[in-house]
C-alpha cells in the first residue's frame, strides 16, 4: 500500500468511526426507549442508502478528467477538512463545548419516550424515522469523503472498505459495553481528521490547478506535518488570548 | 418555499456550513494558485499559505 493510499485508508477510517460513533449513539437511544426491531431497521436501511450512494456514484466520479476531478476533490476536501478542523481546534481551546455522547443519549432518549407512538402493526415510525435520519446525516459526509478520496485515487473500494472497517468497529464497540461510546477521544479524532482532509485537499487542489510539488508525494507528509503544528500553536493562540479576541471585534 | 429552493438550501448547508466567507476563500487560492502556475511560476506555496490564513481568520470569527 503507497504512502497516499494508506493516508486515504487512515483518513476515511478515523472519520468514518468519528460519525459511526455519533449515529450509535441515536440509535442505541431509539432502540433502548423505543423499539430495537424498527431503530435497526432505519439504521440499516440509511446504510443501504449510503452505499447505493457510493456505488452509483463512484464510476461517475473516476470518469471525469484527472485535473478537474483534482481540483473539484481539493476544494471540497478543503472546505470539510476547514469545518472539522475549525469545531475541532476551538473545542481544544475550550470556546466551543465538547460533544459528550451520554448528554446526546440522555436528551435523544427524552425526546423518544415523549414522542407519541403513531406506528403501525410492529414497526415504530419515530424509532425508525430517527434512526434512518441520524445515520444517514451523520453518513452522508463520510459518503462524500469515500468519493472524493477514492475517486481521486482510483480507489474508491479501498475507501468503502475503510468505512466499513470504522462501521464493524464502533458497532462492535457498542455491542460491548451496550452504552454510548462516551469514552472515544472525539475531539482529537476530529482534529486528525480535519488535518488530514485539509491537508489532502492543499495538494490535490494545488496539483488540478497546475503546482508540481517539491518532492512530489513526499511533500504530502510535509504538508500534514507542517498542518498539525500550525493546528496546535492555533490551540495556543486561541487559549492565551481569548480576551485580545474578545476586544478585536 | 419551494422543494428546488429547500433542496439548494440543503446542499449549500452541507457543503458549504456555517462559514461560507472560508469557501469562498478556499475557491479563490484555487484561482489564484492556478494564474500563478499557469504564468509559469512556482505556486506552490499559495495554497498552504492560504489555508492558514483562512483558518486563523475563521477561529478568530468563531471565537468573537
Known sequence: MSGPELGLAVS??????????????IV???GTTRSWPSSLYGAGVAVIVLAALIA??????????????????????????LQWLRKALLRAAHLKALHDEAAAFEAESA????????GVARLDSYAFAIS???VLLEGLEVAVIVLTFGGNQHRIALAAAAAGAAIVVVVAAGLAVRAPLAR????????????????????????????????????????????????AALVLWLRSTPRALGEAA | MSAAVKAARAVWDFIVGDDWVTAVGVVAALGITALIAGAGVAAWWVMPAAVLGLLALSLRRAAN
Do not use: Y
Request: proline content about 4%.
Open chain 1, 12 to 25: 476515511v477510517f478515523l472519520a468514518c468511526a468519528v460519525e459511526a460513533v455519533e449515529a450509535l449513539t
Open chain 1, 28 to 30: 442505541l437511544a431509539v
Open chain 1, 56 to 81: 452509483g456514484l463512484g464510476p461517475a466520479v473516476t470518469s471525469l478528467p484527472i485535473h478537474a476531478l483534482r481540483v473539484g476533490v481539493g476544494a471540497l476536501l478543503l472546505v470539510f477538512g
Open chain 1, 111 to 118: 425526546a423518544a419516550l415523549a414522542a407519541q407512538a403513531r
Open chain 1, 132 to 134: 434512518f435520519k441520524g
Open chain 1, 184 to 231: 472515544v477521544p472525539e475531539n482529537t479524532l476530529k482534529l486528525a481528521v480535519g488535518v488530514m482532509l485539509t491537508s489532502f485537499g492543499i495538494f490535490w487542489g494545488a496539483e488540478g490547478a497546475g503546482v508540481s510539488w517539491p518532492g512530489a508525494d513526499a511533500a504530502l507528509l510535509g504538508i500534514i506535518a507542517g498542518l498539525a503544528l500550525a493546528s
